[in-house]
């Protein structure tokens, strides 16, 4: 019997799954290489000296460090929001059974596929209308809010569908309350899911541009920061240290939410399927 651990990939799959990493990572690391150049103007390879001037530069400057929390506090505000509002319509669409419930799922899903200038005019249009808020950072917040929801909804619609009913209803059969069920059974069944969500949600808002330029108000996030120093040849050393930071900003979490998603697997992958039951029996305190 061949098993999974045994199986060796051929040469072609390893080729193709090479190049597909060199196509996908070999930009990035151009601008690495280039966070670390001496020369300020252009691009030049190989690069006639490296340096860490440039970092003491970014980091020095104000202007970026004021996007950068701003990007940080409209990432994490979005991300909260979808994790609440996104698992909540998971929870609503998956258990209810009601007229134009396709339809409803349909409209939830759909400003992930829309093209982000089409809800950038259609939000500014609406913030125009009814005059409020001004534009700022919540109307940016309310901006991201509508596509991160569709991630978090995303991921904890599937993981419902994966969790077993019974383990509810074992619960329920124990003399469990709604919010015992929910807080010992549902919720450590979906932690990994809206931990999941919620990371790439925050990752989605903090390089978000197209609609940022439609909500903002006078105050950049960094990516339009970044966007608008490009453009001046001088900074472009600078340009590559502060997207070197987003993306260690961004990798760092998704790391960790991988680390945990496989502990909680790890943990849960010995459970048998009589066991689900027991461990309902286990997490629910006696509620006389």
């Given at each position: 019997?061949?098993t999974?651990?045994s199986?060796d990939?051929g040469?072609?799959?390893?080729?193709?799954?090479?190049?597909v990493m060199?196509?996908l990572?070999?930009?990035?690391a151009i601008?690495?290489?280039?966070a670390?150049?001496?020369?300020?103007?252009s691009f030049?390879?190989?690069?006639?000296?490296l340096?860490l001037?440039?970092f003491?530069?970014?980091f020095?400057?104000?202007d970026?460090?004021?996007?950068?929390?701003?990007?940080?506090?409209?990432?994490s505000?979005?991300a909260s929001?979808?994790i609440l509002?996104?698992?909540?319509?998971?929870g609503?669409?998956y258990?209810s059974?009601?007229?134009?419930r396709?339809?409803?799922?349909?409209?939830i899903?759909?400003?992930?596929?829309?093209?982000?200038?089409v809800t950038?005019?259609a939000?500014r249009?609406?913030?125009?209308?009814v005059?409020?808020p001004?534009?700022?950072i919540w109307?940016?917040v309310?901006?991201?809010?509508?596509f991160?929801?569709v991630?978090?909804?995303?991921?904890v619609v599937?993981r419902?569908?994966?969790?077993?009913p019974?383990?509810v209803e074992?619960?329920?059969?124990l003399g469990a309350s709604?919010?015992?069920?929910?807080?010992h059974?549902?919720?450590?069944?979906?932690?990994?899911a809206l931990l999941a969500?919620g990371?790439l949600?925050?990752?989605?808002?903090?390089?978000?541009i197209i609609?940022t330029?439609f909500?903002?108000g006078?105050?950049p996030?960094l990516p339009?920061?970044?966007?608008?120093v490009l453009f001046r040849?001088r900074?472009?050393p600078?340009?590559n240290?502060v997207?070197l930071?987003a993306?260690?900003v961004t990798?760092?979490p998704v790391?960790?939410a991988?680390?945990l998603?496989r502990?909680?697997?790890?943990?849960g992958?010995?459970?048998?399927?009589g066991s689900g039951?027991?461990?309902?029996?286990?997490?629910?305190p006696?509620p006389?």
């Amino acid at each position: 019997m061949i098993t999974r651990d045994s199986t060796d990939a051929g040469f072609g799959l390893k080729v193709a799954s090479t190049l597909v990493m060199i196509f996908l990572y070999f930009p990035l690391a151009i601008i690495v290489l280039y966070a670390f150049t001496t020369q300020s103007s252009s691009f030049t390879f190989p690069p006639p000296g490296l340096t860490l001037e440039w970092f003491r530069v970014a980091f020095g400057r104000e202007d970026m460090w004021q996007a950068f929390r701003l990007s940080l506090l409209v990432a994490s505000v979005s991300a909260s929001m979808a994790i609440l509002l996104g698992s909540l319509l998971a929870g609503a669409v998956y258990r209810s059974r009601f007229f134009g419930r396709e339809a409803l799922a349909f409209i939830i899903v759909l400003p992930i596929a829309l093209p982000g200038i089409v809800t950038g005019i259609a939000l500014r249009s609406t913030i125009g209308i009814v005059d409020f808020p001004p534009l700022g950072i919540w109307t940016i917040v309310i901006g991201h809010t509508t596509f991160c929801i569709v991630i978090v909804y995303n991921n904890v619609v599937a993981r419902l569908r994966r969790m077993s009913p019974n383990v509810v209803e074992a619960s329920a059969d124990l003399g469990a309350s709604g919010w015992q069920t929910f807080r010992h059974v549902i919720l450590p069944n979906l932690a990994t899911a809206l931990l999941a969500g919620g990371v790439l949600a925050f990752a989605l808002s903090f390089d978000e541009i197209i609609v940022t330029t439609f909500t903002r108000g006078s105050d950049p996030t960094l990516p339009i920061w970044i966007f608008n120093v490009l453009f001046r040849p001088r900074n472009r050393p600078v340009t590559n240290v502060v997207a070197l930071i987003a993306v260690t900003v961004t990798i760092v979490p998704v790391l960790l939410a991988q680390m945990l998603a496989r502990g909680s697997d790890d943990a849960g992958s010995g459970m048998g399927a009589g066991s689900g039951a027991a461990s309902t029996t286990a997490a629910i305190p006696d509620p006389r």
